[in-house]
């Protein structure tokens, strides 16, 4: 187990580096960057990044511009020269990708353009949004997910299987962000009813309340957003537990179990649920990654939430890059974490596994 752990976390190195190159490549061959952004607020333009050619270009923009960016016209070269120093562009692409990835290594993510604050330091600051949200989105997943999936397995083919399949599988189809506008006009005073706020986790004066009334506010914002992640993740682990459960129930050990007089009770919980738990268990970290890191980012957007989702939103909109690379690198370093921790909850859960034998 431990040359297997060490075999993992030794892949982690080549495969972080080649996520981080390939988007590198990909933002430097993108339009716009914060050059060209801060070019443009001089001008006067607003602040607009796509003003044609990547923050690095050089290149000219036409022929009465000279050389430089096209937001340079009527700049001198050497407040052009300073903007570039001051982000790092006066360096050629390796040279900043050579010294992102140093920084990196040393876990040092570098600072916001534009907050001036430590990458760091700004997603603990967005964390606790995130991780609410996602830890009472799983939570309610899982307290859902599991029984109904379990009832299913019980009684397939029946009328509760097949409405409950059809009525879960309809909810998955919608997507989050169209269920959160749906939810909006509906519930948050859009066209009909204001039972819930529209955006926020908090209201206005809420930090004067005492502390129950405080979490209180707090829930009555959770609702909508929790609903939104919630419905999305249902059909998917509550159908992996039918066909795990199914398939569980159908080998001879049940079959001997029963003849030996076994109540169904005693062969459902004392035999059954612990095998078929096992990729139900084992999916648990995904699931809360799937949730924080990428079910939540228009969740967030949408009702304005001030968490992870809605800073990466916002450092792309910005090209905010040491934002961008440095959520990029802690969000792929802790998917990674979690999926090896994830299989060593199948061998928690099942002690026959051995990945020592395992030729990856």
């Known amino acids: 187990m431990a040359s297997y752990i060490i075999r993992r976390l030794a892949l982690m190195i080549p495969t972080l580096f080649g996520i981080l190159l390939i988007n590198f490549l990909v933002i430097q061959a993108a339009p716009g960057g914060p050059v060209e952004r801060s070019l443009a607020q001089l001008q006067g333009i607003g602040g607009q990044t796509t003003l044609g050619g990547s923050a690095g270009d050089l290149s000219a923009a036409n022929a009465s511009a000279g050389p430089g960016y096209r937001g340079s016209q009527g700049l001198s070269a050497e407040l052009v ?24 290594a040393q876990f040092d993510l570098g600072s916001s353009f534009y907050r001036d604050i430590p990458v760091l330091d700004l997603v603990l600051e967005k964390l606790p949004v995130s991780l609410s949200l996602g830890l009472w989105s799983t939570l309610l997943i899982y307290l859902i997910a599991v029984p109904l999936g379990i009832r299913k397995a019980r009684h397939p083919g029946s ?28 519930f948050a005073g859009g066209s009909y009813w204001q039972w819930f706020p529209m955006q926020g986790l908090s209201s206005e004066g809420a930090a004067n309340l005492p502390w ?44 001997t179990a029963r003849a030996k007089g076994a109540s169904e009770q005693r062969v459902l919980w004392g035999h059954v649920f612990r095998n078929a738990m096992l990729i139900i268990i084992a999916g648990l970290p995904a699931t809360l990654f799937g949730i924080l890191f990428t079910g939540a980012f228009l969740i967030e957007v949408i009702f304005n939430l001030d968490g992870l989702g809605l800073l990466s939103y916002e450092s792309v909109i910005n090209r905010d890059y ?39």
């Open 212 to 255: 129950f009334q405080r979490a209180l506010d707090y829930a009555h914002h959770l609702v909508l957003p929790t609903l939104c992640l919630t419905l999305g993740g249902l059909a998917t682990l509550t159908l992996f537990t039918r066909n795990s459960f199914l398939e569980e129930l159908q080998k001879p050990y049940v079959l």
């Open 322 to 360: 040491p934002v961008i690379f440095g959520t990029l690198f802690l969000f792929t370093l802790m998917g990674m974490l979690l999926r090896l921790f994830g299989d060593l909850c199948y061998r928690w859960v099942d002690p026959r596994i051995d990945f020592s034998r395992a030729g990856s």
């Open 81 to 104: 020269a300073e903007i570039e120093k001051q982000y790092g562009f006066d360096k050629s692409a390796s040279e900043r990708f050579g010294d992102m990835i140093w920084q990196f």
């Open 159 to 186: 009328r509760f299987d097949v409405w409950s399949s059809g009525a879960i599988i309809v909810a998955y189809a919608i997507p989050g962000f169209l269920l959160a506008l749906l939810l909006i006009i509906v």
